[in-house]
């Protein structure tokens, strides 16, 4: 089965950077042939998400992280990449990698453990 395990998170200060990897195992195409996404979820606050990229290697971002994060996949097919520039304290929250066979598909399929970011 496909399991999404996330890393590089940590604690930054405002302004710096962070590059968050989930490494996606169990499905046979890799990550190339999946829509991923990332998403976020802060404390006291609903999950939302953050960028998404699909299998043509179209990218979407949120109004927030525009122009600061770029998602992408890494060319052994296996990981999904968010960098994170310039981040700011609002940006602290819990970073979830999630997938689906296509973009079109309503429900995310599969969730990694998550990675804490925080900014100070």
């Known amino acids: 089965h496909v399991q999404l395990v996330e890393s590089g998170g940590g604690s930054v200060q405002a302004g710096g950077s962070l590059r968050l990897s989930c490494v996606v195992s169990?499905?046979?195409?890799?990550?190339?042939?999946?829509?991923m996404g990332w998403f976020r979820q802060a404390p006291g606050k609903e999950r939302e998400g953050v960028a998404a990229i699909d299998t043509d290697g179209s990218a979407s971002y949120s109004g927030s992280v525009k122009g600061r994060f770029t998602i992408s996949k890494d060319s052994t097919r296996t990981t999904l990449i968010l960098q994170m520039n310039n981040l700011r304290p609002d940006d602290t929250a819990m970073y979830y990698c999630?997938?689906?066979?296509?973009?079109?598909?309503?429900?995310?399929?599969?969730w990694g453990q998550g990675t804490q970011v925080t900014v100070s």
């Open positions: 999630a997938a689906k066979r296509q973009c079109s598909d309503a429900e995310w399929t599969y």
């Open positions: 169990g499905y046979i195409y890799g990550s190339y042939d999946l829509c």
